[in-house]
């Protein structure tokens, strides 16, 4: 597709054309002269008007392309600025406003874009605003700098340049430059100067010299560093001998050259050795061979091609060449010299042979890995990637060192693109089953029945850790996860592995008396029928035990009985007899006649069966002359509480005569009318019951089944079943009946729905991964590796459900680990040793015998376990150390010692011996005199024999006692096992073993020990838990009379020890406070008085009088234990037993109304008084008549009696009253958990009688106390601890200081009585002794020169292979065979073992040895480093030995390198003190050190003082405010102009003491003493103008002195005699006159 856009505007006319994928911008670019801004044009019309055009607007249009148009604003405007009308301008010159233009279109703007580069560093900007001087002079903190970068506009397809108007249209340009701070500048700062040196000569004049180093290099444009040496003259007093050599000469040599091939003979012949003699000359004096270069370049480029082509050689072979180097001769004042002066006989060795260097080589790059950083955490920190490369040139002869062999290069750093990672959470199996023998301790378990054991226990559970891959997913509490290392969730708290549970007890109930027996009812009121009935007795549960075992026993009890009814009728006796005739004689009484039910309530009266009794019953109302009879009493108690065939139960009622009859009146009746029996209780002694067994286990009732009825609580469950317990009728003491002697209506039920617990499968966690298989290889003999796996049942199999499997761990070997390949090096034969050629030698010493020293060569290739060749870079990673390729040997010359060969060692003759081997001298060299120097040629060699003999020795402390661990692999991996961990017992305890040789060098311990070890059997003491005694027997009710506590108790018969179950809280006698408290109630009085019915009133007659009026009745009281209902004399016990105060009257005053007279009814009962008791109420009693009086004469007594209520006395209030609460009561076999606890209720009269509870019932008290209540009893929880983890690795692979550790952690701290934690939740145990090697560098040796006095030399380090026992610092390093360590020549080829170093000749000017890095140095700003590495810099001086050589001499040189853990320094000025007018200032660092520069110098102190005019008088000096002052001890005596006349002595004062007085004759003194000008302002002065005291002051004193005196006197009469005086006065400050200079004065 193409297409074509013309653009057209003032210019002319552009095509575009656009082909299909080509992105040509050239139409912006050009387009870009149709925008030109044209601001500001002015077109004059006349010196006062001319027009002016802003800037166009951006182009406008309904379309992008050619169509846009732009506009802009034209004014007309003064010359002086203001705005007019257009008229005012020329309208032919006005400029157009519109014009048309090209719009940019949306998608141009993905065509370009704009490119930035980076930031450069910031550039301080020298000038600010309009000042001339510098920034850096006024610089506090940092200075103003400059930041530029370059910006481009490019178009997006090629990254090509284009102008910058066209991503103007887009966008706006970045900026190009920013503002930004560089530090101030900071000068260079150095240290002090050391000591001077000693005279460089003994004798005449020498020199000597001092040196500072650099602590600190400038930056920021900050002073260069000062001159590091200081050098001065020194002279000897011994002059020198006349006629000692003026110069010493001294053999110099150059460095040596590299080392080349011998040349092939032509170019041999066209080199030619020249020495230059010429002593005046600065240049070197050399003895050199030259080349031709082409020849050496054409080599060395042969040598770099070759390697090109093989890559991997077959074999390594090594060259020999040669190298030479300068010699020449100098003098003392640095002029060459002949050699000769320097040789004397000797030639200088200017040639050696030599290896030809070989550069190390490696392969390429392997591929990255992967990145380490896979998936976006939280932390933000980027991954790592690795790539490495190996070595297949070992660097040979000075050769390039290899470069880094491993790359590692950060990556993911952003890491937007990956997946988040995943968390790790801790999950949790299901909870075990509730057990609670763990709570028990050691002395009950040994008592209690653990099948019976209830109550309160504890439950564990495993927890386990997984991977969490998605975030937002929610997670099921049953979902199932891969188990992974638990490592991975260690952030996190685990969860709660112990929780408390409880098992159900058997029921427990609190039952309340049982009522009495009620009426004969039907079984149903409802349906009555037949007619046998039941009487029942109630007693109902006052608490019951939350278990769900078991009911409550039965609480209804049955009696059958005959001729039930449940309706009957009640009768009331109502109103008076009314007479029918007259006013007394026979009549009526009307009586209330209602119908209730066994209840006593109203119920209508169709209810009752039988007809109603009649409403009105026939009385009689006494006439005047009649017998009159008293009302019956209430019938007694009943004899027997139910009838059998010998006893029935009987209960009577008795009424008195109350007047006797007179004449013609009705008689009284007989006796034994005056008393009514009837038989009670006439039931057979024979209770039925209905007794329930437990109920059943839940079963499947298919007429119920709702499969996943939801409960409220929401969850879910499988169905509903039926429980079915067994309900039988059983008599009492007898056993099982027939149904039918229960009753039906009361059968408890024997059926009831329940929930059938769901089937449950066992589910168990997917297998965790494999463990890693070792990732190298292994060696050829080694046992098979292994990999393991395990699964974590999350949830047991229940009812039914699908069991567990067997396999929960799983082992495998692993896949086929490759052996690791065998390789070994093959090497060649030793060449023949190769000196330096004849032609080399001889052209520069001259012609020679050709023998000496040279070196010997030998390849080297590797081969495989069949011995086929292979790849030098396989032995170089399995084969070991590379055997030496190159040795030194000797071509013996004519002179040279000849040695026979060297014999065999001697035998050995055990360990600790040594042997020998001997060689002699051979021919004209056993005549030689240097041949018989033992020194170097030795004839004997000693060696100690090699010995298997070790010494084991322990070393370090034991490890704690290590008991077995019990579990079994992959048994932990399972459900949580119900094993108490043991604790104690016997375990094994280990220490280390030192193996040493007879060296006392530290080997492997398998040469002496199998593990390693001394293992030794230990003991753990087992915990012994606290002893308690048996229950005691219950104490008395702790009260005497209504509710109390009793209580029982334990006390200590063994302390707990070794961690075992603490004791309870010992009481003061060091008894258990352990004890039981339950609610007792004693009876007031087990006894009471029982009376007998009054006996018939007896009265004294006197002859034939009526036996009427006043006489007395008695009756028999007997003392009987409450309770009994027998009448007889068995019941009756001692008076003495109840209380005597109660004592009811035996006889009393009793009144038979005689004829005629008024009969009243026996008094009724008091009414109630008020409740409060209040002292002026009262109470009532009435009575009414029974016979009237016959006459009016004789008027009836009164029939209403009223008394006082008084508290305690004729009223009483009542409470109640509570006991203390008992002890949580458990079950019998509970150790803990819920429980109850009870407590009594009295009734309390107000005189603090204890009466029955119904008597405040029947007061209307209400009962707002509660009796019981649910309570918990703490379990005592023993600690329960994790698994041990397993032992981790070595904390050191070698050494004494290795430990292996592990440990556990608590899962549930101990509670209560509990036993506690141990203390010891890590276990350490001693890695065995491994001997540490270590490749150690030596120090560098001091420069050495072979073969010359000054010069080119080598200063080199060794490396050797030590042994030590891991304590670095502390431990002997002993030096061992260097194949213990590793392959040396590897190791030397990482290290730098030779440096060229320079020995400087006598009289040459050079440089120091580097001085030592300074301390690591922050940039700083006010104390605040604003960066992270900080520097530090060392720095060589130069030092002139001869003052004519120093035009030669080379530059200080300074160096810096970056540090970490830097400090921020300050610097200070410091002063000395004044001496003679001058000090000394030196600048500090806030270490302390003292330095040069750091300081700012526009603040440094002055040295000096100086004063105007010069202090010339005697005893003055210039004070540090710059005027003439006295000495110490005088007065300075000043002028009328301020300045000092003289200094005079002040009086009295010693020299050392401070002065008192100082006077002052002039008015303006210059000094800041405020003392001395306030002698100006008194008008008596106390001092001359000659500074003497005046007279005056001397009289004064003296007065004061003695009016202090006097004082004194008298107030020592006054007080004296006063001495009871307790206060006095404050004293009085006594009053001188003499000035001492206070300002007071």
């Known amino acids: 597709m193409g297409w074509t856009m013309t653009l057209k505007d003032d210019f002319g006319v552009i095509a575009w054309t656009r082909q299909a994928g080509s992105y040509l911008s050239l139409f912006l670019l050009l387009s870009l002269f149709s925008i030109s801004v044209r601001s500001d044009n002015v077109y004059p019309r006349d010196h006062h008007f001319s027009w002016k055009a802003g800037q166009w607007g951006q182009c406008t249009g309904e379309e992008c392309g050619s169509g846009g148009v732009q506009t802009r604003t034209i004014w007309c405007i003064h010359m002086e600025g203001w705005t007019t009308h257009h008229s005012h301008c020329q309208h032919m010159e006005k400029p157009e406003s519109q014009r048309q233009c090209f719009k940019v279109c949306d998608w141009h703007q993905d065509l370009f874009e704009w490119e930035v580069s980076e930031w450069e560093s910031c550039v301080l900007v020298p000038f600010f605003s309009n000042e001339l001087k510098l920034r850096a002079t006024e610089c506090i903190t940092a200075q103003h700098g400059i930041q530029r970068r370059k910006v481009y506009c490019v178009r997006t397809s090629n990254r090509t340049t284009v102008s910058s108007r066209i991503c103007e249209f887009f966008s706006q340009k970045p900026p190009v430059e920013q503002a930004c701070l560089v530090p101030c500048p900071q000068d260079c700062v150095v240290s002090d100067f050391t000591s001077w040196s000693g005279c460089s000569k003994t004798c005449g004049a020498g020199l000597q010299h001092r040196t500072r180093h650099v602590l600190a290099t400038p930056m920021y444009g900050g002073a260069i560093c000062p001159n590091l040496t200081e050098t001065r003259t020194c002279s000897s007093h011994v002059d020198c001998p006349a006629g000692e050599d003026e110069y010493q000469y001294s053999l110099k040599v150059g460095a040596w050259s590299e080392c080349r091939m011998p040349h092939h003979k032509d170019a041999l012949l066209s080199g030619r050795t020249t020495v230059d003699f010429s002593t005046m000359s600065n240049e070197n004096n050399t003895a050199m061979l030259h080349t031709l270069a082409s020849h050496q370049h054409f080599h060395h480029n042969h040598h770099h091609l070759a390697h090109a082509h093989i890559k991997y050689p077959a074999s390594w072979e090594l060259e020999v060449g040669y190298q030479t180097r300068h010699v020449r001769c100098t003098r003392s004042d640095g002029k060459n010299a002949m050699l000769s002066l320097c040789t004397k006989d000797k030639s200088p060795l200017t040639f050696q042979t030599c290896v030809i260097p070989k550069d190390c080589q490696t392969s390429d790059w392997s591929s990255w890995s992967p990145c380490s950083k896979t998936c976006r955490s939280t932390d933000l920190s980027p991954g790592y990637r690795l790539r490495s490369r190996i070595m297949t040139q070992i660097p040979v002869g000075g050769g390039k060192r290899c470069p880094a062999l491993e790359e590692k290069e950060a990556c993911n750093i952003i890491g937007d693109l990956l997946p988040n990672c995943p968390r790790y959470v801790w999950r949790t199996t299901d909870w075990g089953e509730c057990r609670i023998l763990p709570l028990l301790s050691q002395q009950n378990r040994r008592l209690a029945n653990i099948s019976l054991l209830c109550g309160g226990g504890i439950q564990t559970r495993k927890t386990y850790c997984v991977q969490v891959p998605d975030v937002s997913a929610p997670h099921h509490r049953k979902e199932v996860s891969r188990p992974v290392n638990a490592g991975l969730c260690d952030g996190e708290e685990p969860p709660l592995a112990v929780q408390h549970c409880s098992i159900p007890c058997q029921h427990y109930c609190l039952l309340t008396e049982w009522s009495p ?877 030779e440096q060229p170093c320079f020995v400087p000749c006598p009289g040459d000017c050079h440089l120091t040895e580097w001085s030592s890095w300074s301390s690591c140095q922050l940039t700083c700003l006010e104390g605040r480093s604003f960066e992270t590495t900080g520097r530090q810099a060392r720095s060589r001086a130069v030092i002139i030995q001869d003052m004519e050589n120093q035009d030669s001499c080379p530059h200080q040189v300074f160096e810096t390198q970056p540090c970490k853990g830097g400090k921020c320094h300050s610097y200070q000025w410091r002063t000395g003190g004044w001496s003679n007018n001058e000090r000394t200032v030196w600048c500090q660092r806030s270490d302390g050190v003292n330095v040069t520069g750091g300081c700012f110098p526009q603040k440094r102190p002055t040295t000096l003082r100086h004063c105007h005019p010069p202090c010339t008088k005697p005893f003055s000096h210039c004070t540090p405010s710059g005027v003439c002052g006295c000495e110490k001890g005088y007065t300075e005596v000043m002028t009328t102009h301020g300045f000092l006349d003289y200094c005079t002595r002040t009086p009295g004062v010693d020299n050392n003491k401070k002065a008192d007085v100082k006077t002052n004759s002039g008015r303006l003194k210059p000094g800041p003493s405020k003392a001395k000008d306030l002698y100006n302002e008194w008008t008596l002065r106390p001092v001359g103008p000659d500074g003497r005291v005046k007279l005056w002051v001397y009289a004064v004193t003296a007065v004061g002195f003695i009016l202090i005196l006097f004082i004194i006197a008298l107030s020592f009469l006054v007080c004296k005699p006063s001495k009871t005086t307790k206060t006095s006065p404050p004293p009085q400050k006594p009053l001188t006159l003499a000035y001492d200079g206070d300002m007071d004065m």
């Open 517 to 1393: 027996w009620g009426a004969c009812l039907y079984d149903s009121c409802e349906e009555p029928h037949g007619k046998k009935g039941f009487r029942q007795r109630r007693r109902e549960v006052l608490w019951e035990s939350s278990g769900t075992l078991g009911t409550c026993p039965h609480l209804t009890e049955f009696i059958p009985c005959d001729d039930p009814a449940c309706y009957l009728w009640q009768v009331q006796q109502g109103g008076r007899c009314i007479p029918t005739k007259n006013s007394c004689g026979p009549g009526t009484a009307i009586q209330n006649v209602t119908c209730v039910n066994a209840k006593g309530e109203d119920v209508p009266d169709a209810y009752c069966v039988e007809g109603p009794p009649l409403a009105e019953e026939a009385c009689e109302v006494p006439c005047s002359a009649d017998c009159v009879v008293g009302p019956w009493s209430s019938w007694s108690t009943c004899s027997h509480s139910c009838a059998s065939k010998t006893a029935e139960g009987r209960q009577s009622r008795t009424r008195t005569v109350l007047a006797i009859p007179g004449k013609d009146g009705k008689a009284c009746p007989a006796g034994p009318a005056l008393e009514q029996w009837r038989v009670c209780n006439d039931h057979p002694c024979v209770v039925f019951h209905w007794e329930a067994s437990a109920w059943g286990p839940c079963i499947e009732d298919t007429s119920m089944a709702l499969n996943g009825t939801s409960l409220q609580n929401g969850t879910v469950t499988c169905a509903v079943g039926v429980q079915i317990r067994k309900v039988i009728c059983v008599k009492m003491n007898a056993g099982p009946v027939v149904n039918k002697r229960c009753s039906d209506s009361s059968r408890p039920e024997t059926v009831r729905p329940c929930l059938l617990p769901c089937k449950r499968d066992c589910i168990v966690t997917p297998f965790s991964e494999w463990t890693s298989c070792p990732s190298t290889c292994l060696p050829e003999n080694a046992t098979a590796a292994t990999q393991s796996r395990y699964r974590t049942i999350i949830q047991r199999a229940a009812n039914g459900g699908q069991e567990c499997p067997d396999t929960l761990y799983e082992e495998r070997e692993c896949e086929s680990l490759r052996v690791c390949p065998v390789y070994r090096w093959r090497t060649h034969k030793w060449s023949s040793c190769s000196l330096v050629p004849e032609s080399v030698r001889r052209g520069l010493s001259g012609p020679g015998e050709t023998c000496g020293k040279g070196l010997e060569t030998r390849g080297v290739s590797c081969v495989g376990q069949s011995g086929e060749s292979a790849n030098m870079t396989e032995c170089l990673q399995w084969a070991g150390p590379l055997p030496p390729q190159i040795r030194e040997c000797r071509v013996a010359c004519k002179d040279d010692c000849t040695l026979t060969a060297w014999s065999k060692f001697s035998e050995c003759a055990g360990c600790g011996s040594s042997r020998i081997r001997k060689r002699s001298l051979a021919g004209r060299s056993k005549k030689k005199e240097t041949c018989l120097n033992k020194e170097l040629y030795p004839l004997e060699e000693t060696e100690t024999c090699p010995c298997d003999e070790f010494l084991s020795q322990p070393y370090g402390n034991w490890s704690a006692c290590i008991l077995p661990d019990p579990s079994v692999l992959g048994s932990s991996q399972g459900w949580m096992s119900h094993r108490e961990v043991k604790e104690c017992g016997q375990g094994l305890r280990y220490r280390a073993v030192a193996c040493i040789n007879q060296q006392e060098n530290l080997v492997s311990p398998a040469l002496c020990t199998e593990s390693g070890y001394i293992v030794e059997v230990c003991h753990i003491p087992c915990p012994i838990d606290c002893k308690l005694s048996d229950w005691s027997a219950w104490s008395p009710c702790s009260a005497s009379c209504g509710s109390g506590l009793k209580i029982r108790s334990k006390w200590l018969r063994e302390k707990a020890f070794n961690g075992g179950r603490p004791c309870p809280k010992l009481d003061l006698k060091n008894q258990a406070q352990v004890y039981e408290a339950l609610p007792c109630y004693s009876e007031c009085s087990q006894y009471e008085w029982r009376a007998e019915p009054w006996s018939i009133c007896t009265i004294n007659t006197v002859d034939d009088l009526p036996a009427c009026g006043e006489g007395v009745q008695s009756r028999k009281i007997r003392c009987v234990k409450k309770g009994t209902t027998g009448n007889g004399e068995d019941s009756t016990v001692e008076d003495s037993l109840c209380d005597q105060e109660e004592m009811p009257p035996r006889a009393q005053v009793c009144y038979l109304a005689c004829p005629n007279d008024c009969v009243m009814a026996p008094w009724g009962p008091w009414s109630n008084c008020p409740v409060q008791c209040d002292q002026d109420t009262s109470r009532n009693r009435s009575r009414h008549i029974l016979r009237p009086a016959a006459s009016d004469n004789s008027p009836c007594p009164e029939m209403v009696q009223s008394e006082s209520c008084v508290l305690n006395s004729t009223c009483f209030t009542y409470q109640y009253r509570v006991s203390d609460w008992s002890t949580c009561q458990l079950s019998e076999n509970a150790i803990c958990g819920q429980g109850s606890r009870f407590r009594l209720l009295d009734c309390i009269r107000s005189d603090g009688k204890v009466m029955e509870v119904q008597k405040c019932e029947q007061f209307g008290l209400i009962n707002k106390w509660i009796l019981s209540e649910s309570c918990v009893v703490n379990c005592p929880v023993s600690c329960v601890l994790s698994e041990w983890s397993p032992w981790a690795e070595c904390t050191h692979s070698c050494g004494s200081r290795g430990q292996s550790v592990r440990s556990r952690r608590i899962l549930q701290d101990a509670q209560e009585e509990g036993r506690p934690c141990p203390n010891q939740l890590i276990q350490t145990k001693p890695c065995p002794l491994r001997p540490c090697y270590l490749w150690v560098l030596s120090d560098w040796s001091p420069c050495t020169v072979a073969g010359a006095a000054c010069g080119e030399g080598l200063r080199r380090r060794n490396l050797s292979c030590v042994v030590h026992w891991g304590n670095w610092h502390e431990s002997p390093r002993q030096p061992v065979k260097e194949e213990l360590c590793g392959d040396v020549l590897r190791q030397r080829i990482q290290q730098e073992m």
